[in-house]
Every structure is written in structure tokens, then in C-alpha cells.
């Protein structure tokens, strides 16, 4: 009576263990796509702050100069003086936003800004941004004597499809009204 019989359920059938297998590497292809979608997510966030930065610190130049009379200016990473002009007048718009399908925006009313990792000449290419502006005087239509004008900044990286999928971050429009 002392004998054993061998149990049959002993251990895990090849069955059980593919079974395993294929549930831990479906889990594991869900936890590598949300890991490829933050990524991603990551960059565009990247690109929409850069985005919004530039077009801060076109505003920025335009407020803390005469407005309407003068220039101004902002160096990039590569060293290029770009003049940031003031006068009425820019890039066009369309619906209240830089129209970036304009060819040639108007000297001193757009610049092709080099980002770079130190910012210096040598440091790494990030990237290269298209930020334009256009400065209209408030109630000009009307022939009143104002002070006041409305600054319209627009900013996308170079090479985007201004979608608004998860790579690409569509164009920065900031409207702002300033005056002397």
C-alpha cells in the first residue's frame, strides 16, 4: 500500500506553456506600442513648444520696440542676425493665422531659424523653423489716429505637413495686440 500510483496531472502539457507564451507576447506588443506612442507624443510636444517659443519671442522683440517705426532683431543657433521689422505690413494671413502657403513672405517679416544642440554654430541640428509675422495697425479702416496694432505670429518646423497627426504638429498662430 506504501506504493504511489504516478500521477497523470503532474506538470504543465506544451499546450499550457504556447498557451503562456502567446498571451505574454500580446501583452508584451501592447506595452511596446504605448511605449512607441509616448515617443512620439514626446517629439510633437517637443516641436509645439519650440513652436511656441519662437513665436514669443517675435512678439516679445515687437512690443519692446517702437512699434510701427522701427526694427529689431534675433540671432539663431547657426548665428544668423535675423531683423524682426515692425513697420505695418508682413506675411499674409488667412482667417486670423499666417498663411504658410505664401512662396515668398516679404524681407524682414519671416526667418528660417536653425536650432541647435548646444546652441552654437557646432552644436547638433534639431531642427529649422519657419516663423513669420505681420503687423496691422487697429482701426486703420476706419481713419482713426491709433497706437495700437495687431501682431500676428505664425511658426512651424521646416519639413512638417502641418497635419495634425502624432509626428507632425500643425503651425503656431499667436495674435497679440500691442501698442506704444
Known amino acids: 500500500m506504501r506504493l504511489k500510483r504516478k500521477n497523470s496531472q ?6 499550457e506553456v504556447m498557451v503562456a507564451t502567446l498571451i505574454l507576447m500580446v501583452s508584451s506588443l501592447g ?29 516679445e ?5 517702437i512699434i510701427g ?3 529689431s532683431a534675433l540671432t539663431d543657433c547657426d548665428g544668423h542676425t535675423w531683423t524682426i521689422n515692425t513697420a505695418k505690413g508682413g506675411a499674409a494671413t488667412s482667417g486670423g493665422s499666417i ?14 531659424y536653425v536650432l541647435r544642440t548646444p546652441c552654437a554654430p557646432d552644436g547638433a541640428f534639431q531642427a529649422q523653423y519657419d516663423v513669420r509675422w505681420n503687423v496691422l495697425i487697429v482701426g486703420e479702416a476706419e481713419l482713426m489716429s491709433t497706437n ?9 518646423r521646416q519639413g512638417s505637413t502641418g497635419s495634425r497627426g ?8 499667436m495674435r497679440v495686440m500691442v501698442g506704444n
Open 166 to 173: 502624432m509626428i507632425d504638429s500643425a503651425p503656431i498662430a
Open 61 to 65: 522683440q515687437v512690443n519692446s520696440t
Open 31 to 59: 506595452v511596446i506600442g504605448l511605449v512607441w506612442t509616448a515617443i512620439l507624443m514626446n517629439n510633437r510636444n517637443k516641436v509645439d513648444s519650440t513652436q511656441t517659443m519662437l513665436a514669443e519671442s517675435v512678439i
Open 10 to 15: 503532474a506538470g504543465m502539457s506544451m499546450i
Open 99 to 112: 498663411d504658410f502657403t505664401e512662396a515668398s513672405p516679404p524681407d524682414e517679416y519671416f526667418m528660417n
Open 69 to 71: 517705426s522701427g526694427s
Open 148 to 156: 495700437t496694432f495687431l501682431v500676428t505670429v505664425g511658426a512651424r
